[in-house]
């Protein structure tokens, strides 16, 4: 019993260092902390592999994936989008080791290039970055949707329902009250998010094997039907585009880029992760290897049980996955299975959320949006901040009313959450690569060595080339109603930031009082830790909140603090 109690002690201690070790982390970039770290390294990597959702989402994307290069583009393609993602992924978390902030990339950029331009540049980045996650979180919202009312077409394939736009509107509102709603209530006690994601993390893992399996015994024992060839499913070469050869190969790439967006979750959410220097680089990198291997192998799976080429990709459901379920495995099991996607799409939807407010706090934080001191606060009775929370809700809901007008808008809306992201990904580590590596800040555990700067140029290279052409059309010479409208999306976005930054962020952005102060803690700290480490296991450091103007550290009076409002000393 003293040995177990004895282990039990080393094992709280332990936590307890750790616990201040990540506060003072936090303390060096110049932020308190606020939010519990509730999440371990296992749940973190459930929420960020759910965010990603690469198999179902090269499912839904299937029809495209076959119109743009057809199988060669969607496997071999798909391996060159993973080698460069996973670039992307170790070169964010290389910097996101050093500086461990849920602001991420904005605020790489601005410590890598602490200049008026590299303020500017920070302010845009964090603008297209939470654009990105917002219109990802909808989009999210928009294919539980269609998955929803495609699931009652199967059953009643007269109902017209599923094409008027108020009902999609009605269902996608009750979507998004009910993600928002539920990240609202599930942080009031530390457990619950994590093991919600825990469960959804599992679900999914699941549901890959149980709708592999399914497809794969349906293909192989009914009567009637039989598996495509190897040579079509690994060399057959499709283009229904009406783009030149060498072009569509590179809009092939688009799904499977698509389908590895937004691993920059956790980024976003370190500021609820143990040990973030240590676990954060390593779950960005994991998530997008777990990704690329389920992905992979359930396009595998799917090309091989296509019975009809030409249903899937323009089926009664106007959803090719549900087209090819409901082709192999029949209306009952097929409506089984989706249903239970569905559901796990819905707990997507809500790591989706979690995410995206965390980096709308994170902004507000540093005064980037209208009203950020309303906005930056966290609700101490549901301990989320909840403000930034129905922002958010409120903003995706405001596009559904597109439903009822403008549906080429509002998809355009939804496919612009990867050209966010992937600029968002380019500008910090362009950043790095033009700041130089010995910028970085010290303190990082994950560090990439040799390996950097050609990670750094890969993933520069990448995200450039798929921005283009993640803007083109999806035939040459299109009519008006086909157009790509990503870029008006985008380029509206951009004239709200602009005009935002003019009228009062470039003001307020990282300048407030409570902004300053921080940065002057952090190049303070800093600049102590390259000189005397004070990380110790034996003497803990402790973050103490004092009032504004008292100037110490190490309890003594220290007259180049600048008043920072905050305190830092050894345990004795």
Same mark, same amino acid.
């Given at each position: ?23 003072? @982390? ?26 990603? /959702? ?49 602001? /991420?990339?904005?605020?790489? %950029? ?34 539980? =949707? ?51 994601? @825990? ?26 039907? !039989?598996?495509? #060839? ?16 060498? *072009? ?21 959410? %370190? +500021? ?20 690329? &291997?389920? /992905? ?39 409506? *089984? ?29 540093? $005064?980037?949006? #209208? ?7 966290? @609700? ?7 403000? &930034? ?7 995706? $809901?405001?596009?559904? %009313? ?5 549906? =080429? ?23 790095? *690569?033009? $700041? ?5 800040? #010290?303190?990082? =555990? ?14 520069? %290279? ?25 870029? &008006? ?7 709200? !930031? ?14 407030? @009082?409570? $902004? ?14 390259? *000189? ?38 050894? +345990?004795?």
């Amino acid at each position: 019993m003293d040995i177990e109690a004895d282990q039990d002690n080393k094992s709280d201690r332990k936590n307890s260092v750790q616990s201040v070790n990540d506060a003072h @982390d936090l303390a060096i970039l110049g932020h308190v902390e606020e939010l519990t770290r509730k999440f371990d390294p296992w749940s973190m990597l459930a929420l960020a592999f759910s965010i990603l /959702g690469t198999w179902s989402t090269l499912a839904v994307g299937l029809s495209s994936g076959l119109a743009n290069g057809g199988p060669v583009s969607i496997l071999w393609g798909f391996i060159v989008v993973f080698i460069c993602n996973i670039c992307i992924a170790l070169s964010l978390g290389e910097l996101c080791s050093a500086m461990p902030t849920a602001l /991420g990339q904005a605020y790489y %950029i601005h410590r890598l290039f602490d200049t008026p331009i590299g303020r500017f540049s920070s302010y845009m980045c964090a603008w297209i970055n939470t654009f990105g996650w917002w219109t990802l979180t909808a989009s999210q919202a928009a294919f539980m =949707t269609e998955f929803m009312l495609g699931m009652k077409v199967m059953f009643d394939t007269e109902w017209s329902g599923a094409g008027k736009g108020w009902v999609q509107f009605l269902v996608y509102l009750g979507v998004i009250l009910a993600f928002t709603a539920a990240n609202v209530v599930a942080c009031r006690k530390d457990k619950i998010l994590p093991i919600f994601n @825990d469960v959804i993390g599992l679900w999914y893992i699941a549901l890959f094997f149980m709708i592999s399996l399914a497809l794969l015994i349906s293909v192989g024992t009914r009567d009637g039907m !039989s598996f495509q #060839p190897a040579s079509f499913v690994f060399g057959g070469w499709l283009n229904g585009t009406g783009w030149p050869t060498g *072009v569509v190969w590179f809009t092939g790439l688009l799904q499977g880029a698509y389908a590895l967006t937004a691993f920059d979750a956790v980024i976003h959410m %370190i +500021e609820e992760l143990p040990e973030p220097r240590k676990n954060a680089p390593r779950i960005a990198w994991l998530a997008v290897s777990l990704g690329a &291997a389920t /992905g992979w192998i359930f396009m595998v799976v799917c090309l091989f049980c296509i019975q009809d080429l030409e249903t899937v990709i323009d089926g009664p459901t106007g959803l090719p996955f549900s087209d090819l379920v409901l082709q192999t495995i029949g209306r009952t099991g097929s409506c *089984v299975l989706l249903s239970l996607l569905v559901v796990n799409g819905l707990g997507q939807a809500v790591s989706m959320a979690t995410t995206g407010s965390r980096l709308t706090w994170g902004f507000a934080r540093d $005064a980037g949006i #209208p009203w950020s001191g309303y906005f930056s606060k966290v @609700d101490p009775f549901w301990k989320v901040p909840a403000r &930034a929370l129905w922002l958010q809700g409120a903003l995706i $809901a405001l596009v559904g %009313i597109l439903y009822l007008f403008a549906n =080429t808008v509002l998809e355009a809306i939804f496919s612009v959450a990867t050209i966010a992201l992937t600029i968002s990904y380019g500008m910090p580590i362009l950043a790095l *690569v033009l $700041a130089g590596r010995d910028k970085l800040p #010290p303190g990082g =555990t994950f560090k990439l060595g040799k390996l950097g700067p050609l990670c750094n140029w890969v993933s520069v %290279i990448y995200c450039s080339i798929t921005t283009v052409f993640f803007f083109f059309p999806g035939e040459p010479n299109p009519a008006p109603a086909d157009m790509n409208y990503a870029i &008006a999306v985008f380029g509206v976005m951009l004239v709200i !930031s602009l005009a935002f930054w003019v009228i009062k962020a470039r003001r307020t952005y990282l300048k407030s @009082d409570d $902004a300053a102060m921080r940065i002057e803690l952090a190049r303070e700290l800093e600049q102590r830790e390259l *000189v005397n480490p004070i990380i110790e296991t034996q003497k803990p450091v402790v973050i103490l909140s004092v009032p504004a103007g008292v100037r110490s550290i190490g309890g003594e009076q220290d007259p180049g603090m600048a008043g920072s409002g905050l305190m830092r000393r050894r +345990e004795k």
